[in-house]
């Protein structure tokens, strides 16, 4: 296959300045756009939306720590060992990320978002507004380790408020 070429379309700006496993819940950053290739009318009409749905690039993982095999989430001893597509981590060939968020207001190019899970400086390589009828249809299931796992992730954490 050949290479894909991906270039930044924002940068996170605030919030953690370390990626970490848990407590991202009320974490608040913006999302700035690069202006210089998008006008302010690139927002118009993303201020009916709650939230976004945000691809990134994990520029922090280091690029020799890739797993593509089957291993333990987290290296926990009690959790299952899973392929690479099997969970969300950042050791991926692509080393690509999608969260959603809120979006909490929209100021020219920045949007300001909470519960984004990216971390100040990171590349954006896209926005989308979260379309209710693109979320899961039909029973939604998961192994029980992922809701182990993911108890704090979202909870609130002591530094919340940055950003």
């Known amino acids: 296959m050949e290479p894909i070429e991906m270039i930044p379309v924002a940068r996170v700006i605030g919030g953690r300045t370390e990626p970490t496993d848990d407590f991202w819940g009320g974490t608040r950053s913006i999302i ?30 280091d690029k020799t ?15 299952p060992e899973v392929g690479i ?7 991926r060939l692509n080393w690509l990320g999608v969260s959603r968020c809120r979006l909490i207001d929209v100021d020219g190019l920045d949007l300001h978002v ?33 809701t182990e796992m993911l108890t704090d ?10 950003g």
């Open 32 to 61: 700035r756009i690069d202006g210089d290739r998008f006008p302010v009318e690139a927002t118009k009409g993303l201020e009916d939306f709650s939230h976004l749905e945000i691809a990134f690039h994990f520029h922090l993982t």
């Open 114 to 146: 909470e519960d984004l899970d990216a971390v100040d400086g990171t590349p954006v390589l896209d926005i989308k507004p979260w379309f209710t009828e693109f979320g899961p249809r039909g029973e939604v299931r998961q192994a029980a380790w992922v």
């Open 153 to 162: 992730y979202f909870a609130e954490g002591a530094d919340a408020a940055s």
């Open 65 to 79: 720590d890739l797993h593509p095999g089957a291993r333990r989430p987290r290296n926990n001893p009690d959790w």
């Open 85 to 91: 597509f099997g969970h969300r981590n950042m050791r």
